[in-house]
Structures are given as C-alpha cells and as structure tokens.
C-alpha cells in the first residue's frame, strides 16, 4: 500500500487545512470527507449500479478501497477535492453520496459524483452539482463533466444545472472493465 492512503497515516484534518468550503442547501451540506465516511462509503460503493455509473470505482470493492479513498482525499498532495453530501442536520443520512472536483490546466476542473442508490430521484444530485457550481471552490473558469449514455439520470443532473452537452466520447470504466461510451458536458463560469 503506499504512503499516505492508510486512514491511519492521517492526522486530524479539519475544513481550513483541506482548503474546502462547507456549502450548505437546503437539505444537507457539503463537506470535505473524514474517515469515518470510509465505511458508508464502501456500503453504497459495493453496489454495482453506482460503481458501474462511476469510471473509478471497481466492482467488487477490494478491501480496504474506501478507506484509501478518503486517506487520497484528506493528503495535502490530492488533485480532487471530494465532498460528503451530509444531511445529518436535516434527519437525513451522514452520507447521502459525494460530490468532487479535479485541478485541470488552464483554471478549468472536472465534476464528478455519485449518490446512493437508495437515494436516486430524490433531486440530491441536482442540488449537490448546483451548490457546487454556485460555490466554484477551485474559481475555475470552466467545468467539464462526463456521463455514461446508458444513465441519462446523471445527464439530466448536468443540464439541470447548466452544462451543455459538448459531444460524444467514451471513458474505461474500471468496474465494467470496458470503455462506455459517454456524454461530454462543459459549464461556463465567466
């Protein structure tokens, strides 16, 4: 395992050493992840259909992948900031699903999230992706984001919240282990 994406490699890490905002909706907040999130994570992540709607996540999920997945988001060296989507303090779940952002060249950033199946149609990806937008943590200048064309769920997440549909692509998938053909969204921040 290398250096760093152990949960018991980290220190406390808190908001303003991770350089990200709490955003607050309607219905929850967003929040940098900590490493309690590792095991809901890996609950909502063993399910196929979310790993599958995700070019990262594999399927089954090996163990101790979430928790490398948070030690990554909590290192001072990441190159994506990830967000829980916590509606504790609406008597909602801890974690709902996460939503990121990844540096790019030239002041752009890449979208990314996914939410717990028990959650889908409920509007929380929307208002994730919105507030996220809104926020524009990283001041990018221009997003990207990618869904798979056989989830026109996540496509209307992105055109609800303002991307435009850019072209067509296809992204490898590693929990189908195949390339998926995929629908190329930008959003304009200027």
Do not use: C
């Not at 050493?17 to 999130?37: K, Y």
């Not at 490398?68 to 916590?86: C, H, K, M, N, Q």
């Amino acid at each position: 395992m290398r250096e760093g994406t152990r949960l018991d490699d980290l220190k406390i890490v808190d908001a303003a050493a991770l350089n990200q905002p709490v955003i607050e909706t309607d219905r929850f907040v967003l929040r940098p992840l900590r490493p309690s999130d590792a095991g809901m994570i890996s609950h909502y992540t063993s399910d196929r259909r979310v790993a599958e709607g995700t070019r990262a996540i594999p399927h089954p999920l090996p163990p101790g992948a979430s928790e490398g997945f948070v030690a990554r988001a909590l290192s001072p060296e990441r190159t994506e900031d990830v967000w829980a989507i916590d509606g504790s303090a609406h008597r909602l779940d801890e974690l709902l699903g996460v939503v990121s952002l990844t540096r790019m060249e030239g002041n752009q950033s890449e979208l990314g999230f996914w939410i717990g199946a028990g959650f889908w149609n409920t509007g929380f990806a929307t208002e994730a992706v919105e507030a996220l937008v809104a926020a524009n943590p990283h001041g990018s200048r221009t997003l990207f984001a990618e869904a798979f064309q056989d989830n026109p769920g996540s496509a209307r997440v992105l055109t609800n919240s303002g991307f435009v549909y850019l072209g067509d692509a296809e992204s490898w998938s590693v929990a189908r282990n195949a390339r998926v053909p995929t629908w190329t969204y930008l959003r304009k921040m200027e």
